[in-house]
């Protein structure tokens, strides 16, 4: 509504000369030049590349493709090489059962995980929620703190607590819980636990912070009107934490699917995941075209939930107002 | 039309043909998207005027207030201070200061740095500034605040301090948007005498936001009541109370009852007005409100009598029921409904511990006033 | 009336936590390990830590993880807040849609997919890998994630306290310096550590990027990681963890201070 600080410099000045108001407008508008141009072409121009290099053929140079859809040759060119253009690697994809089983195993080793995830997460946003007053900032300070360190170390740190001679299964072989070590590492419950462990930051914060703002006394109406405790819970307060709930279930859901440290070093050379066969593809099989075509298809997948979880955001922004 | 007190009957400039406005609003036209905030607005501003803006939200007068700072532009029109067009000149080269609704202190420097900001910016040499800080600080009390930070006062403090900012500069205006806004109820009478003191003692222009109407009846030489962007009614504030110019204004400004009609006969100032229930009443100074005309004739609760009979020689009485009545200690509110359904409310002064003629509920009551004790509205 | 903190609610902030904070606890006492095996404990030593700083490759990746770090977060927090102010002050420009589009999605896009599309850029426009391809990707990255640290702390800002600095003669940029700059100054220091954080912790991006002569610190211990646990990795992981846990700690010491001061200052206010 108001023009303010930097957008001022835009308008009239009745005392500034023509050249130093149009310097000025420039310098403004530097705002939005500088960081527009730099994520053009470090975001957006990079995903042409992607896109262009998987519709290329492999080949044995480097780098390892033939390049297409070039201008050298003028507009002429151009079209011709349109016609020359591969889907090769996309039928390579749909050809091969690996690639369609390894985004199936993505999106379903993230679901589980998400649904693990919000069953861990829940309980203990609420019990922070319910946390007296003083104490909650503490308790958020030592949510943020693991995202902090290290995620690599975090996941590393589960491999000597989850393999066979390792501490879980000393603990309950001393214990006498069980007689033979539990074969966890290098399955898909060691994935299940690394990646609940990894993002359980990203799904306790949407949560607490829709759990926190709700007025209890909605709790006490609720009762007030004949609802027990459990039922109140809900028929109230899960109602309200939806918002909560999506976007958690999102931050979860998305770096998931595309995950590749923790299938590498928890789920074992068994495991398909789709970031892991995209990163064995560019790195092992130096194929760069089929690499392109798989990250491409990835980022279509997760589309829709990208969008569920803006739209999620967004009315979760136009509440707070 | 009889002259109205006020409390400087001396100051009027705008009785004054001869006199300049300092400050005029020419035709002015705001709009925002398709939201027309100010409509085609005219207003004169005198020298050394305490100007109130009165108005609900909505009603334009913060936009008229920011135009004038010059963080909003007109879409047309255009606004003159002292002779001279504002247009295109950016906030920080007018010669007006602003007192922000929100103070807008600068949390990150003390209390002198804020009030010597303004004056850092003017270049002004920093021995000159201190001691003008110190003259401000002075002036509003805070000398022993100089080195805390905004978050270290109370809201009376930080008030003190806006306020101390932007007069620092000597401007020749001062725009104070909601300046007691923030304010618990008793600071703000205080706070209204202390700013009534200094508009005088500077000679400033006081142009004020507000929609407290109490408090743009103290503190204003003249009101302008704002409504969706256009001017009701620009006037002394006895003269809005007594004389408004419209129903809006008459209702926007304290209780009033209406009595709606049509004007059956006129006869020099006096005109016999027949209500929709067919009863009738004498009101004087009719203006130029013709035979025929619809009306309303306002009168101010405190213009009516209640009592249990008819009074004698009474022009204008009417019988009703005691519907509700409020004992204030100081006054009572009766409110009476009369056989037409209307409810008229009376308030009696009790300048005696008891009355000889009480009144409860349900009881009958005759209401009466003069046919001067009101006026004739039109619009 | 507040709610009341229920047994069930306590148990499961306690399991919850520790939950987050055993197996990083685990990955500090067995770096004090003296057998070489990283599960059985053999006696306290510190010897790891000592081979550790003997450890050249490590040392060297240390370094240049630390130089990425310090120059991709300050770049990034210049761009960052740059394109926070375009975002929360120009309310129409053209492509708008996209520029926001192109803030936000680095934030959920998969890493795999951000290196990949990053290192054929770079293999494109004939740069070779390495320290600049790397700083170059931290940049792009983790600039997104200070613009959402900024842009949530100017959309709170009071816009009133820029207008006063006009109306009190500042001229716009005077004004961003003198006013807006230092309120908001919090928030950018929280992003510039984040932005560091993030890019000390990168390994899929810096795979991709990064070149010969380039190894980050999570590279190599990634690649070692893979060959096996060793009391070694759990010394420098520990290192690391110590260095970011006292980062935070003490910054959240030094506002927890400053607010219990502001609370009593203003309480002291009230009074008087």
């Known amino acids: 509504m108001t023009d303010a600080a930097l957008s001022v410099s835009a308008a009239p000045d009745a005392r500034s000369s023509l050249p130093v108001r149009a310097l000025r407008a420039v310098a403004s508008r530097l705002v939005i030049i500088v960081p527009y141009a730099w994520l053009l ?8 590349i992607v896109f262009k290099i998987s519709l290329s053929q492999t080949a044995i140079a480097m780098p390892p493709y033939t390049p297409v859809l070039g201008f050298g040759e003028g507009i002429g060119g151009f079209w011709s090489q349109l016609k020359e253009l591969s889907f090769e690697n996309y039928l390579w994809l749909t050809d091969d059962p690996l690639y369609f089983n390894a985004y199936l195993s993505s999106v379903w080793i993230a679901g589980i995980s998400t649904i693990l995830a919000l069953a861990v997460g829940y309980p203990i946003a609420y019990g922070m929620a319910r946390a007296p007053t003083a104490l909650r900032p503490t308790l958020l300070m030592l949510v943020i703190l693991p995202f902090w360190t290290s995620f690599l170390i975090r996941v590393y740190a589960w491999i000597g607590i989850l393999k066979p001679e390792g501490l879980l299964n000393q603990l309950l072989l001393s214990t006498g819980i069980i007689h033979q070590p539990l074969v966890i590492l290098n399955t898909h419950t060691a994935i299940f636990i690394g990646i609940v462990y990894s993002y359980l930051p990203f799904m306790i914060l949407p949560l607490y912070s829709s759990l926190e703002k709700m007025d209890y006394s909605l709790i006490e109406a609720a009762q007030d009107l004949g609802c027990p405790p459990t039922s109140a819970f809900w028929k109230i307060t899960f109602p309200l934490s939806l918002p909560g709930v999506i976007a958690g279930c999102m931050l979860v859901f998305i770096p998931a699917v595309g995950e590749f440290v923790i299938p590498d070093l928890l789920g074992g050379s068994q495991t398909l995941m789709i970031g892991r066969t995209l990163w064995n593809e560019f790195f092992a099989n130096r194929d760069w075209p089929v690499s392109s075509a798989v990250a491409v298809i990835l980022l279509l997948l997760l589309i829709v939930p990208i969008m569920i979880f803006q739209s999620a955001q967004a009315r979760a922004q136009e509440q707070s107002k | 039309m009889k002259s109205l007190g006020s409390i400087r009957r001396s100051f009027a400039p705008w009785n004054d043909p001869s006199a300049k406005p300092y400050i005029s609003f020419e035709n002015v036209t705001k709009v925002f998207g398709d939201f027309t905030a100010v409509d085609n607005l005219s207003l004169a ?3 050394k005027e305490f100007f109130a803006l009165l108005g609900g939200s909505g009603s ?14 007109p879409t047309s029109g255009r606004i003159m201070l002292d002779g001279q067009d504002l247009r295109g000149i950016p906030p920080y080269r007018r010669p007006l200061n602003m007192m922000f609704q929100s103070y807008a202190l600068f949390p990150h420097m003390t209390v002198e740095a804020n009030v010597g900001f303004g004056l850092k910016q003017e270049g002004m040499p920093k021995a000159d500034i201190d001691a003008r800080v110190a003259e401000m600080l002075k002036l509003v009390k805070l000398e022993q605040f100089a080195k805390r930070k905004p978050h270290q006062l109370s809201g009376g403090q930080r008030q003190r301090v806006a306020l101390a900012r932007s007069v620092a500069k000597r401007p020749k205006v001062l725009l104070l948007d909601e300046p007691l806004g923030a304010l618990d109820k008793k600071l703000r009478e205080e706070t209204q005498f202390e700013l009534m003191d200094l508009q005088q003692s500077l000679g400033l222009t006081f142009v004020v936001v507000t929609h407290d109407q109490e408090e743009a009846m103290t503190m204003a030489d003249r009101i302008a009541i704002l409504d969706k962007g256009q001017l009701m009614q620009v006037a002394t504030p006895a003269e809005i109370y007594e004389a408004p110019a419209s129903r809006f204004v008459a209702n926007f400004v304290g209780n009033v009852n209406m009595f709606e009609g049509t004007v059956a006969s006129r006869d020099a100032g006096i005109a016999r007005v027949t209500g929709a229930s067919g009863a009738e009443i004498v009101v004087d100074n009719a203006g130029d409100a013709a035979a025929g005309n619809a009306i309303a004739f306002a009168v101010r609760p405190e213009k009516i009598k209640v009592s249990s009979k008819r009074p004698e020689g009474a022009v204008n009485a009417m019988e009703g029921e005691v519907y509700d009545l409020a004992y204030l200690g100081d006054m009572t509110v009766y409110r009476v409904r009369l056989a037409d359904g209307q409810v008229i409310q009376a308030s009696a002064l009790n300048s005696s511990r ?21 006026i004739v509205l039109t619009r | 009336m507040n709610p009341t903190w229920s047994r069930f609610n306590i148990t499961s902030v306690v399991l919850g936590f520790a939950f987050l904070y055993l197996p990083i606890v685990l990955l500090i006492i067995f770096s004090f390990n003296e057998s070489k095996l990283v599960t059985v404990w053999g006696g306290f030593s510190t010897k790891w830590y000592g081979s550790l700083f003997r450890n050249q490759g490590l040392m060297d990746a240390a370094w240049v993880t630390l130089r990425v770090g310090v120059i991709s977060a300050s770049v990034a927090t210049v761009f960052g807040t740059l394109a926070a102010l375009a975002l929360t002050r120009y309310t129409r420009f053209r492509g708008r849609v996209l520029f926001s589009g192109m803030v936000f999605a680095p934030l959920v896009m998969p890493e795999v997919i951000t290196g990949l599309s990053l290192l054929l850029l770079f293999v494109a426009v004939g740069l070779d890998r390495g320290f600049l391809t790397v700083t170059l990707a931290h940049i792009t990255f983790t600039m997104c994630f200070v613009a959402v640290v900024v842009q949530a702390r100017l959309m709170s800002f009071d816009r009133s306290l820029e207008e006063a600095a006009m109306d009190l003669g500042a001229p716009p940029v005077k004004t961003f310096f003198q006013v807006t700059l230092p309120v908001i100054a919090p928030a950018i220091v929280s992003g510039w550590m984040l932005a560091f954080t993030l890019s000390l912790d990168d390994l899929v991006i810096a795979s991709f990027a990064s070149g010969p002569g380039a190894t980050t610190l999570p590279m190599k211990i990634y ?7 060793t009391p070694e990795i759990n010394a420098a992981c520990t290192l690391m963890i110590a260095v970011v846990a006292v980062g935070v700690i003490a910054a959240s010491i030094v506002n927890k201070r400053r607010e219990f001061q502001r609370q009593r200052d203003e309480q002291a206010a009230q009074r008087g």
């Open chain 3, 223 to 229: 690649s070692q990681v893979r060959l096996g646990v």
């Open chain 2, 60 to 73: 334009g007068k913060s936009t008229l207030l920011r135009m004038l700072a010059g963080f909003d532009n």
């Open chain 2, 45 to 47: 501003i005198y020298e």
């Open chain 2, 354 to 374: 008891a009355s000889d003629d009480p009144l409860t509920w349900h009881d009958r009551a005759w209401i009466s006033f003069q046919p001067d004790a009101g």
């Open chain 1, 41 to 48: 072409v470090f975001f957006l121009i990079p995903f042409v």
